[in-house]
């Protein structure tokens, strides 16, 4: 029985097809470089070092580096309210508005950069602030703005920050479809020896699809040439590496090059993002140089991907491709076979996908990926998702997680859980913060009355009296001259027995019958004299020394006096602060409280939307096995019709 072949799709269906890859696979790489671009927003590498006069700025910067953003930015909103930043208020608040810029509050962020410019900063300042405000606005899908904003850089900036500048400007000429422009702008930056190296290559793979995109396919393809064969040390290279390779092969593919296609396409890693439509263009290229059979190698290993690639759209068509490459062979049976495997595994992937779909619903998804990826939890703008949740069929999942929309999103689902347990961490500190008011509440007013009692047996007033006496007295002392004055108890005590000398020999001597001796008054008069004379010697040493007792006893009672004030105010003002940290817990608890259901309700918002983010792509994913299902059946179908029709020819032959 002689078969013939189904229907092999038409060279203009492959030709549009294939065209519809090439743009796709264009726009997501020009879309990857661009995410990679804009990814380092708030950090820049200074030019020479800087020394820092503020510690607290310094601190800011130190949580910044070790990537604990969050609390660099809320240390640094602190230090700023307390003025803790001058000589750097310019630069900190280009850091805030950066770390805001990168947790995508974009509102904030144009706020301080608008500020920065209208305050009339130094140029530099001034310069990195139009820069961030233009990629606010280009994040916003401002364009138009983000292009005017750019233009009033009037000097470069610092670091790798001019790289970046100028791939955003590159960026900003292909959204309007000025590739020659882009394409000008991108050779200067690729052709810079001072360029960055990641800056140069990510560059010139722009350049090479830009120029593919104005119709330089020649130079384009050249540039794409030489990233595709760069040396790549790391895995973010070789990423790059390998979307060059396969732009390069879907677009020599689409200029009817296949062999060139196949020699880009062999440069992909088997085992890498790009490598199942590496493996779907090799299998193309080879079906345009009419060797079927040289197809079947790479789309038999894609179309077996089905456990690793999910729906993948890839392996998909290689389910279908890889028949299609038998019946080329004239190997109808097989492709027969191979026609009805897609069919069922197409029916079977329908199944799985909404069994997926269901379990995405139940918020399996969402839970499961925050278990998993707990080592990323917290407010860290670079982390992403690193482990799959378990659940079934997992795979369908990992094109999805890969998506920019569905890894921002869940971002910022983990950002709000973050926030949330901050909050109640931050309940549990104010009810530790009330016990610690009420016991000192306590303490107060236990401590008062004794506080009180012992101030209170010191009469200040007498003591500031007495104090004034003795400095007359000293005073008159010092003019007179008084050296008696500064008698110790000793010398007082012969001061004493002197004087009552003297007057008992006054006494003695006009009384009759009193016979005194003859030397007694000299004595006297000598004991007297020595001890004056002692007195009088000691009397300038004395008097420094009672000087500096008063001026010693004038600070005491200074000291006595602000104590008393201080205790006096702390009666009536103590009461008042306790008042007023009870006023101040109460109302950030209540702000905390209002804050939390603001955040569940946002949390619920955001799983809702990854859910309905992965729904809608496992529904896209059902919708294209709807239509590799039909074509599988159609080809079934064709097949039959040809088989019959040859039997009823064969039939016919043998009657006549």
Known sequence: ????????????????????????????????????????????????????????YGDTLFHFYQDHTFT???????????????????????????MLLAYGLHDEAATVFARLIENNTTPAVRNRAWYFLAQVRHQRGLNAQAEEALARVDAPLPGTLEDERQLLQAQLLMARDDYAGAAALLDALQANPKAAPNAGLYARF?????????????????????VGQTPAPNEELRSLRDRANVALGFATLAAQQPREA????????????????ALLGFGWAAAELKDPQLAL??????AGRGSAGGADAAVLE??????????????????????????????????????????????TLVQGLLAENTE???????????????MPHGAHLAPLLAGHAFQ???????????????LARWQDSLGVYTDMLDSRRRAYTEKLPAVRASTGTADIAALAQRRDALATELVRVQAEGDAAAYANDRERGLLQRLARGQATLQAASGQPGVELPADAAERLRRAAGALTWQLTQEFSARGWEASKALRASTTGLARAREQDAALSRAQQDEPARHAAFAERIARLAQQVSAMRPGITLAAQAVQAQLQDIAVAELEAQQERLTVYAAQARLAIAQIHDQAQFAQRSTAAGVAR
């Open 72 to 98: 660099a930015l809320t240390g640094l909103m602190v230090s700023q309210h307390f003025g803790r930043i001058a000589p750097h208020d310019d630069e900190a608040e280009v850091l805030r508005g950066g």
């Open 408 to 422: 921002a999103a869940f971002r910022n689902l983990r950002d709000l859980q973050f926030l949330d347990a901050n």
């Open 318 to 363: 290689a389910r279908i491709a890889l028949p299609y490459a038998m019946a080329e062979l004239r190997a109808y049976g097989s492709a027969l076979k191979g026609y009805e495997q897609a069919a069922a595994s197409f029916e079977q992937e329908r199944q799985a996908l909404a069994e997926s779909i269901a379990a995405i619903r139940a918020g």
């Open 297 to 302: 190698a790479p789309w038999t290993e894609l």
């Open 206 to 226: 722009n350049l090479g699809v830009a120029l593919v995109k104005t119709g330089d396919v020649k130079k384009g393809h050249a540039l794409l040439e030489a």
């Open 376 to 390: 990323a939890a917290g407010m860290n703008t670079s982390a992403g998702i690193r482990a799959l949740p378990q």
């Open 1 to 56: 029985m002689n078969k013939t072949p189904p229907e092999a799709p038409s060279a203009a269906r492959q030709s549009r097809f294939r065209g519809v890859r090439l743009v796709a696979a264009l726009a997501m790489l020009a879309m990857g470089a661009a995410v990679q671009a804009a990814g380092s927003a708030a950090k820049h590498e200074p030019g020479a070092p800087q020394v820092l006069a503020a510690p607290h």
């Open 262 to 277: 196949r020699l880009a396409l062999q440069r992909v890693r088997l085992k890498g993002p790009s490598s199942n439509k």
